[in-house]
């Protein structure tokens, strides 16, 4: 069994409650008629019942009348979303009003959804852009304890095991913060920490890239990662991370020799972060094209429940294993909190 199968078999154990905002779209529809009929998660759809039925039929979906469907402008808990909208965001300028007006918006249901205790996660991005799907998240669900910035995770599968003992790497950020300070970066190293954890069950040995290894050069952005790194250690001291170290450093073993010999991370790094998302989206992409690497993602991070983004590009098959991740999240989030 890879690990998506195992990401999907561990969220059908624990079914958690999944929306998807864009509830009328096609490749959503599609995804979500598979996830019902596999039993992966509880879906809940947002959008017109009759304009949901009608695309269901036309597309020849089978399973959709297991899912949820809520619509926007007329359910039974509008009012106390909204109610719930106004009492978060009112120091902000809120106002009954346009709290009732937002509240139809189905990004803006589906976080308060997550924020009233009705879902455990949201994965939205088919038809909107990522400044949309993050901006009510960040408003109304918010970010985890001791952590103020989102960034974005890749899982990479590759078919090449020479450099990764179970053909899987964790990237970041490849999607978020284009150029994160030294604290952010910090963060950045210890929720990817977390994710990988959470989804691939490994111990996290994360290296902290540059252009440099143990000092070999000097740059304001090397510093940045030295400092990065110290940071991290402090926020999670019982992490194996260090740095800053060069790629190559961090995942061959005669390089690490060499270059940063005693380190506990260097030659076996199984979580790569890097400097700035120029970098990490640079990365992530070669990879995947060069080397046959399936990249999954992003997987957002740093949130209080997981919200995921899509690329509008995606598949339904890719909107079908980000359900699954997220649940996969949502079940890590639970347990913690025991």
Do not use: W
Request: net charge negative; proline share 5%; with cysteine.
């Amino acid at each position: 069994m890879d690990l998506i199968e195992e990401i999907i078999a561990h969220a059908k154990a624990d079914k958690q409650r999944i929306v998807l905002p864009e509830g009328t779209e096609e490749r959503t529809l599609k995804a979500a008629d598979r996830l019902v009929a596999d039993g992966v998660a509880d879906i809940i759809l947002l959008g017109s019942p009759d304009e949901i039925d009608s695309l269901a039929g036309s597309f020849g979906l089978k399973n959709i009348g297991g899912a949820t469907i809520v619509d926007p402008g007329n359910h039974a808990k509008k009012q106390i979303y909204a109610d719930l909208l106004f009492q978060l965001r009112q120091s902000k300028g809120m106002t009954p009003e346009k709290a009732t007006q937002l509240v139809e918006d189905p990004l803006y249901l589906g976080c308060l959804m997550i924020k009233a205790g009705d879902a455990d996660g949201e994965i939205a991005g088919a038809k909107n852009t990522t400044g949309n799907v993050l901006r009510p998240a960040l408003q109304i669900i918010k970010m985890m304890p001791g952590i103020n910035c989102v960034s974005g995770a890749f899982l990479m599968f590759l078919k090449d095991r020479t450099y990764v003992e179970n053909g899987i790497l964790v990237f970041a950020d490849c999607a978020v913060l284009p150029n994160p300070t030294a604290s952010e970066l910090a963060q950045i190293a210890v929720s990817t920490a977390h994710t990988a954890r959470a989804l691939v069950g490994i111990e996290p040995r994360v290296a902290m890239l540059s252009f440099s290894t143990k000092g070999s050069a000097s740059s304001e952005m090397v510093d940045k990662v030295v400092e990065a790194t110290r940071l991290a250690k402090e926020m999670a001291p019982g992490l194996q991370i260090d740095g800053e170290m060069q790629a190559d450093a961090a995942i061959v073993e005669k390089v690490a020799a060499q270059k940063a010999p005693g380190s506990p991370v260097a030659g076996k790094a199984n979580v790569l972060v890097f400097p700035t998302l120029e970098v990490g989206n640079i990365s992530y992409k070669l990879v995947q094209r060069l080397a046959g690497a399936e990249a999954v993602g992003p997987i957002l991070q740093g949130m209080a429940a997981p919200v995921n983004d899509l690329s509008r590009g995606c598949s339904a098959d890719d909107i079908y294993k980000m359900v699954a991740i997220a649940a996969n999240q949502a079940i890590a989030l639970k347990k913690s909190k025991r």
